[in-house]
């Protein structure tokens, strides 16, 4: 039985060439070990990264520094708001007009731990404004709204945290150089003070939507309970998911969840691993309805968003995304999960063998007759680079190779196949 193995492996290396046969070793028994140690390594490759990144401090503030015109250019394009649509009443807008002719900048309100604001003009129509009784005061880093030339801002001050100084920094900048329009934009960053001051997302948390449908998530209101005090700090993380996932449904629709996880992808195509995926870090745009990401002084960027490494990272992030919001988009451990309790489509349902890549695989990927073999032994190379390239494939059948295309580097591929 070994010796028919070995020859039937044998007369399949010579027919298809060591190379794509090295392939195939690699997708059924090297890539699925791979996998199964690579979250221990993902785990202390970020510690490793964190100490590295501590030791060059200087030399990366250096570089945001040379880089901050370019930022502060950038940041022009993105959201803002001016003080006539924040939503003060009219006496009150025209004392903040009144005093911004004598001071360039003025504090609108203090940020308290649950994003309400403690206004010094009144209430603010649209926007979660509370009493100084309410109001708790943050763990971490001091938040402030501000009126700066008549557009309304967002101070952050970062104490002594270079860490969560860059990770903001870095990410808003990299963020914004995709286009993505849904992030706040950089108005002004002081190095010497560790603050970036960005553009003021007028609208409510989903947190606090969630809050005001009677779920019982915000700090405050965890502290008047004597019963949720009482609990451990993993116990009240899961409660506050439990309490959020029960009321999610009566806040938001799919659609908008929908668009979240887009968000968070963009984030994950250029490197960025968001790491906190929470509530709180939601803001529903009063006007338009349109979700932003706000909150980044977790994050971390990947050089290489194809990595392996990554991968684990953008699937926790995922796992994260899924838990909170009541999902279940797709992680290299629920496919995983379905392919080995043939939660999938038949193999006989289907017209080619499918790779998923790291190791997942469904039918015979030797076949290079369709699909995955055809593509690798034959497809793959016969065309040109495809980083960049748009794309028009004609005979489309169950889109196998146009997906390669993207995955190698194609900006875009539209194809066509006959309606049966």
Partial sequence: MIFRHIRKAVSFSYRLGIRYFLNMISAYFVLPGIMAILPLYAMVNRRLQSLTRRLSFNREMAHWQSKKAEVLELGKRGYSLHIDEIGLEEKELKRLKELMQYQTEVVIADVDQDGGLLSYFGDIEGLPTISREEFLPRTRFSLKVCALNYTIILQKQYNDNKTAFLNELSTLHNLALTGCADVPAIIDVDFDNLQISTSFIAGYTVQEMLAQHGALIRDRDIKRDMHLMSLTSKDRVRFYREEGRRTLPSVINSQLIDKVYLLMKKGHMVGIELYEI???????????????????????????????????????????????????????????????????????????????????????LWDVNVGYGRWHFIVKDCLPPLDGKRILSLGTNCAFNEIQMLRYGAKEVIGFEIDE
């Fill in 278 to 364: 929470k509530y709180g870090n939601v803001i529903v745009e009063k006007t338009t309805g349109k979700p932003f990401l706000i909150d980044f002084d977790s994050t971390r960027r990947y050089s290489n968003p194809r990595s392996k490494t990554f991968a684990i990272q953008r699937d926790r992030d995922t796992e994260k995304f899924n838990l909170f919001f009541n999902a279940d988009k797709l992680t290299y451990q629920r496919i995983k999960d379905r392919v080995a309790h043939n939660d999938i489509p038949s193999i006989d349902n289907l017209y080619t063998p499918v790779y998923f890549g790291y190791g997942l695989r469904i039918g015979n």
